[in-house]
């Protein structure tokens, strides 16, 4: 698979194509193409950029809309090719088309049944956050700073509780659209890496600002405001009024998606590291 990665063979128009695409999101409102003008996504950048490429327009399709200021290590998209171009064309030529804040990592020839997020087995996201007295200039809109010190060991305990099929009305957004709040937490971990706290949490799908809502409930289980208890209760409770504030944007990385065996994708590589050694 890594030596077709950037392969110079031509691949027929109406090939679906799937790619992995990285992206800082600070400077985004979210992935989602929006109607308003002078709103810029990630999604929008990416159609344009491909679109060059083709010389026809592109639509492209994602595993995961973002919100306006998250990041992703491995967004995976797919569509398909208007036109007869290499592997090596969809990367290269789309790059040097991209701001360089987006970047697509590789493109595959997929089956035409492959839907980047309705193929998705799971999703892995990773909410970083900074514990250190005085905040980054470096990481300023790539991590989250939590100033008061973290028990990662309590707050890991904590996330033990959220695991399983369960009702997660109590981490929903108002907004969120979806038509059930049952999701499937099939692992989480709050983990110390140096001054870094991450919270890994992998489901079969996520709602609107799950994540953020379950990181600010574990970061004040971890900072001493919140019982282990609370967060017991603020699940059975099923309220999001009762939880606490949502956690920033900048913290937050879709960093991997799931995917059968079958559909023969590359896989992703661990992403903090990155951010670790600039700590």
Same mark, same amino acid.
């Given at each position: 698979?890594a030596n077709?990665?950037f ?9 679906r ?21 002078g709103v ?14 083709a ?9 995961g ?10 967004q ?7 036109a007869?171009r ?7 030529g789309g790059?040097?088309n991209?701001p360089?804040?987006?970047?697509i ?6 089956t035409?049944d492959f ?8 999703r ?9 007295p005085?905040?980054? =200039?470096?990481? !300023?809109?790539? %991590?989250t700073?939590? &100033?008061?010190? @973290?028990?990662?060991?309590?707050m890991?305990k *904590? ?14 957004a108002a907004s ?5 709040p049952?999701?499937?937490?099939q ?7 140096g ?5 890994e ?7 609107h ?5 379950? =990181?600010?409930? !574990?970061l004040? %289980?971890g900072?001493? &405001?919140?019982? @282990? ?5 603020l699940? *059975?409770?099923?309220?999001?009024s009762l ?6 944007a900048?913290?937050?990385?879709l960093a991997d ?6 559909c023969?994708l590359?896989?992703?590589?661990y ?8 700590l």
């Open positions: 698979m077709s990665l392969s110079t063979d031509l691949i027929a128009a109406e090939t194509i799937a790619c992995r695409i990285e992206y800082d999101g600070s400077a985004y409102s979210g992935w989602q193409l929006q109607p308003h003008e810029v996504t990630v999604q929008e950048k990416v159609e344009l950029a491909l679109s060059k490429i010389a026809h327009p592109v639509r492209v399709h994602c595993a809309r973002t919100d306006a200021g998250v990041h992703a290590v491995s995976i998209i797919h569509f398909d090719a208007p007869t290499s592997c090596k064309a969809w990367v290269i790059n040097a991209l360089r804040d987006i970047r990592h590789w493109a595959v020839p997929v035409k839907h980047a997020r309705f193929s998705a087995e799971s892995c996201y990773r909410y970083v956050i900074a514990n250190t005085i905040r980054s =200039a470096l990481l !300023l809109k790539q %991590v700073w939590h &100033r008061c010190q @973290l028990d990662q060991l309590l890991d *904590a996330a033990q509780t959220l695991l399983g099929e369960r009702d997660f009305s109590a981490f929903r969120c659209q979806s038509a059930s049952m999701r499937n937490v692992f989480i971990e709050v983990q110390r890496r001054d870094l706290v991450i919270i949490i992998v489901a079969n799908a996520f709602l600002h799950m994540v953020r809502n379950v =990181a600010g409930a !574990l004040a %289980v900072d001493g &405001r919140k019982s @282990l208890e609370w967060i017991v209760h699940m *059975a409770g099923r309220d999001r939880g606490v504030e949502t956690a920033p900048s913290g937050l990385y998606v799931e995917y059968s065996a079958h023969r590359p896989k992703t590589p992403g903090p590291a990155l951010i670790e050694a600039k």
